[in-house]
């Protein structure tokens, strides 16, 4: 455990996949902020479990497609100091196929990925880069990579974001900050369950089983480190093989 630790936050981080990146970024010495939207106690007990295992953790809620509300959010934590580590996690689904699809169905998936990255990575770059070491790490999917039926609103969010991530690699390489997104398959959480049957998942995953949020913690947890350091720009799949 560092003495004087990073400071990491995970939008999102109440959730199944979320959670297993805050206890993970804590088991590897960084002060975790976990961050729901509006469940705040969902966040309040992961940030526990991590304190009750020795780590170092808080919980904040706050709408991160609120652009007013993240950033008074945001300049609070920063009085702490600045967070070295960003994972943007936080991410929706509302699944339509194209034709049917309403356009409040479109405006929630995008202002929730791609906006809700806007409002909480661009205040705290400055203040990354001023430490000249950082990590941004934004968590994708597999529909960014291969397209799904029915997602073309969640595609379209988790594919801008692989762009933004390549293009804001080359801005911050020179300041000792590397950005870069993951793209989990199917994995193994409460939101994933009623989506897809067991044969389902035998179908599609050359693996032949959903992936472990912690699977992908793990990844995560690489590209937090000092080790990563020379990885930057690259949208890395975890998907058992399916593409």
């Known amino acids: 455990m560092r003495t004087d630790p990073r400071r990491a936050l995970v939008t999102g981080g109440s ?40 780590g170092q953790a808080q919980a904040v809620a706050f709408d991160i497609t609120d652009a007013a509300a993240t950033a008074v959010a945001l300049e609070d934590l920063l009085e702490a100091g600045p967070i070295q580590v960003l994972v943007n996690n936080a991410g929706i689904h509302d699944d339509a196929v194209f034709p049917g699809m309403q356009l409040a169905q479109w405006q929630r998936v995008l202002d929730v990925s791609l906006n809700g990255f806007f409002h909480v990575t661009q205040p705290l770059t400055m203040p990354m880069i001023r430490t000249r070491w950082g990590r941004i790490i934004t968590i994708t999917s597999v529909a960014a990579v291969a397209g799904n039926r029915g997602q073309v609103n969640y595609s379209a969010a988790k594919g801008a974001l692989h762009a933004a991530t390549k293009s804001l690699a080359l801005e911050v390489a020179s300041r000792g900050i590397t950005v870069n997104a993951v793209a989990p398959g199917i994995i193994d959480t409460a939101m994933s369950q009623g989506s897809f049957s067991a044969e389902a998942i035998n179908t599609m995953v050359p693996m032949k089983r959903a992936g472990k949020a912690e699977e992908v913690a793990d990844l995560v947890g690489f590209l937090a480190s000092d080790r990563a350091a020379y990885i930057s720009g690259q949208v890395i799949s975890i998907n058992g093989g399916m593409i």
Not at 16 to 27: D, E, N
Not at 30 to 50: E, G, K, M
């Open 15 to 54: 959730g199944g996949i979320g959670s297993a990146i805050c206890r993970r970024l804590a088991a590897d010495g960084f002060n975790v902020i976990v961050h729901a939207n509006s469940n705040l106690d969902t966040a309040q007990a992961v940030a526990a479990a991590i304190v009750a295992q020795g």
